[in-house]
């Protein structure tokens, strides 16, 4: 996979030389390349913004600068992504799907966001372009979230992560709920033990288990993901714990006791 990142921090995104994103990089496996926005101003003060029509407070980066960078780092295919907080919010689902695509190319706006007729542009002219929010709050700009994006993305690539079972087990995976607890090595700490189950040696114990808490913590936490669970994939003894925790299961949903 290939990603581009379009930033007038370059710095910012030395993040992705670390860790898996890195170790993925110097194998190979990812295509990373960021580039400084201010190549492609066009005035020797390499400007990439201007005051916004019809007035207002902050500055806006410009069509021009970012048309010209996008040309020649857009290639035929390509995912355009712009991180801001007015888009749909970005899920493990976005990150299962984006780490299908071949290459990626994250726009970070900067000040009050890049002109909308960039987008626009590039959506008429056949480019995929997907505006995309970490969370329902604003940052200074888009490369913090393109680091989070990127990271997420990322790592569903075949090869970037040593154990591919990790993928399956962790939270927001395919079972649509968030992980159980782990625990090691030492068996007793500051008077906490480790569960008796998971020093059972029983795999299906532990599978069990495993599985009760993954409901009792979504449950817990995350109620809006247990309303969304498929009936038909929750077993007799998903439907015992979901009853145990005040869920119904019907043919329609997953219902909270009483509704």
């Not at 997907?130 to 090869?159: C, F, H, K, Q, W």
């Not at 288990?209 to 077993?235: F, K, N, S, Y």
């Amino acid at each position: 996979m290939r990603v581009d990142v379009l930033t007038i921090f370059p710095a910012y995104l030395d993040a992705l030389e670390l860790s898996l994103v890195g170790k993925a990089r110097t194998a190979g496996l990812l295509d990373v390349r960021v580039h400084d926005l201010r190549d492609w101003a066009h005035d020797r003060h390499r400007t990439v913004d201007d005051t916004p029509a019809g007035g207002g407070a902050g500055m806006v980066m410009r069509p021009d600068v970012w048309g010209a960078a996008l040309s020649d780092v857009l290639t035929e295919g390509a995912t355009l992504v712009v991180p801001t907080p007015s888009g749909p919010t970005f899920t493990q689902r976005t990150a299962e799907d984006w780490a299908t695509r071949e290459h990626l190319v994250f726009a970070c706006g900067r000040y009050e966001g890049i002109d909308a007729r960039v987008a626009e542009h590039h959506r008429a002219r056949g480019v995929r372009v997907e505006e995309a929010s970490i969370g329902d709050y604003v940052l200074n700009g888009g490369e913090v979230a393109t680091l989070v994006m990127v990271e997420a993305v990322a790592r569903l690539v075949p090869g970037v992560l040593g154990n591919a079972e990790s993928v399956v087990e962790e939270s927001h995976s395919a079972e649509g709920l968030l992980e159980y607890p782990v625990y090691t090595r030492p068996v007793e700490w500051e008077g906490l033990a480790i569960p008796d189950v998971l020093m059972s040696g029983h795999h299906g114990k532990v599978a069990r288990w495993r599985r009760d808490q993954a409901l009792a913590r979504t449950a817990e936490r995350r109620p809006d993901m247990i309303a969304a669970l498929d009936p038909t994939r929750l077993d007799k003894r998903d439907r015992a714990t979901l009853g145990d925790l005040g869920w119904w299961v019907h043919p329609d949903g997953v219902r909270p006791a009483g509704e």
